[in-house]
């Protein structure tokens, strides 16, 4: 994306951020499936980037599974920008016990197509490394 158009430079840009901020921190379920259907579905990438790191910075079961087993989003983005993103979101996690727990529910589910379930593979990969 060209830098003048990036939405970093909007001054609205702020706004974004803090509403996704709140909502990351915000300890209603509900707030969960606001970021996933409204910012995780966003045509804009800096905002499915900041996203997903609030989806993983929540570090629960629901908000973890939106990130790592849904096909485009989080780790699955088309964007690599904003799938590294996320794994290194997932990688700095101080306690990775949730995330494991996704990432091994997700591999070893039949309902998820391959692409999801190699992705998945390969970042339980690097946390078991890190």
Known sequence: MDNKNS???????????????SLAINPN?????VLEEIGTNSSIDEVRELTSRALVKRNEH????????????GINDMSTVVAMSTINELLSLENKEEAMKVLENTI????????????????KALMALS
């Open 7 to 21: 939405i970093k430079n909007n001054k609205n840009f702020n706004k974004v951020s803090n509403i996704i901020e």
């Open 29 to 33: 379920p509900d707030s969960v499936a």
């Open 62 to 73: 629901n908000s973890l599974s939106v990130v790592i087993a849904n096909r485009g989003k």
């Open 108 to 123: 070893s589910s039949e309902t998820f197509d391959e692409e999801v379930k190699e992705n998945a593979r390969s970042v």
